[in-house]
């Protein structure tokens, strides 16, 4: 991700559908905020969300790791946007699964997802990459949010 996915990215965060169960669609602004942070996590982290792109390398959304803070705990969360157009044909799910094995490859042992409690699709592509509901809470002021988790066994050396 980069400054010139900016019209891509404000399409993505900008889209009422994908950005339906949070507080509103992000602005121009907010998009190129939201780039910025990605770029600072890249620097820091050497990861951090990626932009996808499918088979015919056309832009369907984003998927990534990002350090989360939620009741004090700092997780490593798995997270995935995708624009309406291409979702239900399992793009979500290959993603999360290839940030998962990279998380792997990092000799990280435990991995979060922090979801909307209606959010169901979400929830489905957490299910299918591994996780389970841990716990309930608020995320700020008032979101009901569930901490889906799951620990990840060491990368084979073999
Ligand atoms: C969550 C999201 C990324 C999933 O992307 P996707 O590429 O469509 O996901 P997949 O195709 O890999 O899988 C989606 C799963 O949700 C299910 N699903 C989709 N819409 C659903 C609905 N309205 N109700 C219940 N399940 C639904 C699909 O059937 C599929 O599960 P299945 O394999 O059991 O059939 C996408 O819906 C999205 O961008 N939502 C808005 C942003 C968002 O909420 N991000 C997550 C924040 S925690």
Redo the contacts with the bound molecule.
Sequence with gaps: MTNADLDEMTVLLGSP??????ARPKTRAEAASWIEWSKANYARDGYGLWLLHDEHDRF??E?GLTWQTMDDITDLEV??????Q???????????IACREFARSRGVTRLT????HR???????A??VGMQLERETIDPPDRPIGIWSMTLSRASTS
């Design positions: 559908q994908v950005m339906r169960y949070y369907v959304g998927c997270g995935y946007h995708v624009l309406p291409f979702q239900g044909r399992g793009l979500a799910t290959e993603a999360a997802s922090n979801i909307f959010n169901r699709p979400s929830q489905r592509v299910e299918k």
